[in-house]
């Protein structure tokens, strides 16, 4: 990254030629998806015909900024009073994410959710890109060594990260990231943006590195196993979407989720009402 700008080296086998590719990454008031808000966001990558896309802006979430929240990014109450509210940042970020190929760092379990739940706040429907990458599960999925948090990642890739935890700086390191991956895995990356992204959620983990596998996850009672807790998230445990984040696949293809709860599907009452609780 330079001057704010991401170069893409001409690679063999880039799966991403000819598309918009942004990296997205957000700031919020805290960690909880369905009731934190945005603060800052940042889109940094290139369009379709190879020009840059480089966004960022704050947010005035309409609340207070936790203390302890301002300690990790920086971002206070006085630097967001003056800023738009999410809803005046909406069509922009629309038109970028709509259609893209979108790459973020633990992107499916946090900031796209978090991004969702911002559009449902102002009845508009969230944007569908073609496809997501989350670099930290490409990650376990490459079975890189070591903790999977960005800077530890960048160190062990020889990515600087300065001002860790300013959206702008987090979405240009974890494109970057990508980048280089692709440069030292080339055989893991002969595959299009939509094999790829099935491939990183298809993948089995190695335990002691990577955490719990899905058979060790509590199921939602109702659903026979098919539906997991991982914490605040539902995890699907069968079928073409397995081991993906139900927020995300009802965000992508929402006539799943309807399938899903419907008498032809596999859920008893108890686990369709917990779904429906969800989204």
Not at 51 to 58: C, D, K
Not at 236 to 255: I, Q, S, T
Request: aromatic share 6%.
């Amino acid at each position: 990254m330079k001057n704010g700008h991401v170069r893409r080296g001409c690679m063999v086998d880039d799966p991403f030629t000819g598309q918009r590719v942004v990296a997205f990454d957000l700031e919020t008031t805290g960690l909880n998806v369905r009731k934190d808000r945005i603060v800052q966001y940042a889109l940094i990558g290139s369009d379709s015909d190879g020009s840059t896309i480089t966004v960022e802006s704050l947010v005035n979430p309409q609340r207070s900024i936790p203390s302890e929240s301002s300690a990790v990014h920086g971002i206070t109450d006085s630097d967001v009073r003056s800023a738009s509210t999410f809803e005046e940042h909406v069509d922009q970020l629309s038109e970028i994410l709509d259609g893209a190929i979108v790459i973020g760092h633990n992107i499916e379990r946090y900031d796209w959710r978090l991004l969702t739940a911002e559009y449902t706040r102002v009845g508009r429907l969230p944007p569908k890109p073609t496809t997501m990458i989350d670099t930290l599960r490409l990650a376990k999925r490459l079975k890189i060594p070591g903790r999977h948090d960005l800077g530890t990642l960048c160190r062990a890739a020889d990515i600087t990260l300065n001002n860790a935890h300013n959206a702008a700086a987090d979405a240009g390191a974890t494109l970057m990231l990508l980048w280089r991956w692709m440069s030292r895995y080339p055989r893991e990356f002969r595959r299009s943006a939509e094999e790829l992204q099935a491939w990183i959620s298809s993948g089995n983990t190695n335990q002691d590195t990577l955490g719990p596998s899905l058979d060790d996850l509590e199921s939602i009672p109702g659903s026979g196993g098919r539906l997991r807790k991982d914490g605040d998230s539902v995890v699907l445990a069968f079928g073409k979407h397995k081991a993906r984040d139900l927020l995300v696949v009802a965000n992508e293809e929402p006539g799943y989720i309807r399938w899903l709860c419907s008498p032809a599907g596999p859920l008893n009452q108890e686990a369709i009402d917990a779904v429906m609780e969800l989204i």
